[in-house]
């Protein structure tokens, strides 16, 4: 029972390359996020799904993408990596309800240099 | 839009003694209260949760929060800390429209022997 699964772990890009982040969830949930974790900050959300096929916008959008290629899978892209996008990132997936627990991946460390 | 106030970023504290994690949200609506916590390089699992009802709050590990709705407050306690209790703690809100979780920056606790 894997959960949240998260790939890479750990990447170092150079500024301007691009990459994506994979998630992928098996409990069955209908909504996913990406949230980004800075000391000091928290987590801030980046993208969610609410469902398959939908995607919006969270608190700090900007220089990233998502997709969420089918009820599994979530993924991050970073189409031109800067340095001040080094932090870790976090996907998550609950179910549909406001009250509801969400589930963590491990994490991704991503440095940009 | 909510939003969520820890204001202690860092609790040290000796083993066996109780502790207590301030946790301040503000919202024009009802809200649900979530308090999570990250052990070194892992992800972030739930504690405990207050969606209604009684205001105490048990949770996991022998930590429990008390929702002062007067006070818009959701601190979190324990009696007796372990040094297995070293980690971070977010407190964390969602409306009961949004199942989109609003972080706190986080408090790191430092449990001393």
């Known amino acids: 029972n894997a959960g949240v699964t998260q790939t890479p772990k750990f990447q170092v890009l150079k500024t301007g390359q691009s990459m994506t982040l994979q998630c992928a969830q098996d409990?069955?949930?209908?909504?996913m996020y990406w949230y980004r974790q800075d000391p000091g900050m928290g987590l801030r959300l980046i993208y969610y799904?609410?469902?398959?096929?939908?995607?919006d916008k969270g608190e700090v959008p900007n220089g990233y993408n998502v997709s969420r290629l089918n009820k599994r899978e979530f993924s991050l892209r970073l189409e031109s990596a800067a340095p001040s996008q080094t932090s870790v990132y976090f996907c998550?997936?609950?179910?549909?309800?406001?009250?509801?627990?969400?589930?963590f991946g491990q994490g991704t460390r991503l440095t940009v240099v | 839009a909510q939003s969520v106030t820890q204001l202690d970023s860092q609790v040290p504290v000796f083993e066996e003694a109780p502790v207590e994690l301030r946790c301040n949200y503000s919202s024009s609506v009802s809200v649900y209260l979530f308090w999570y916590v990250q052990y070194p390089n892992q992800g972030l699992q739930l504690l405990l949760k207050y969606l209604s009802g009684s205001t105490l709050v048990k949770g996991i590990n022998g930590f429990e929060a008390e929702f002062n709705k007067s006070q818009t407050s959701f601190h979190l306690r324990k009696p007796s800390v372990h040094i297995s209790d070293t980690a971070e703690y977010f407190c964390?809100?969602?409306?009961?429209?949004?199942?989109?979780?609003?972080f706190g920056s986080g408090t790191r606790l430092l449990v001393r022997p």
């Open positions: 799904s609410a469902s398959e096929g939908t995607t």
């Open positions: 964390a809100v969602s409306d009961h429209s949004s199942y989109k979780l609003i």
């Open positions: 409990m069955n949930h209908n909504s």
């Open positions: 998550a997936s609950s179910e549909a309800r406001p009250n509801t627990e969400a589930f």
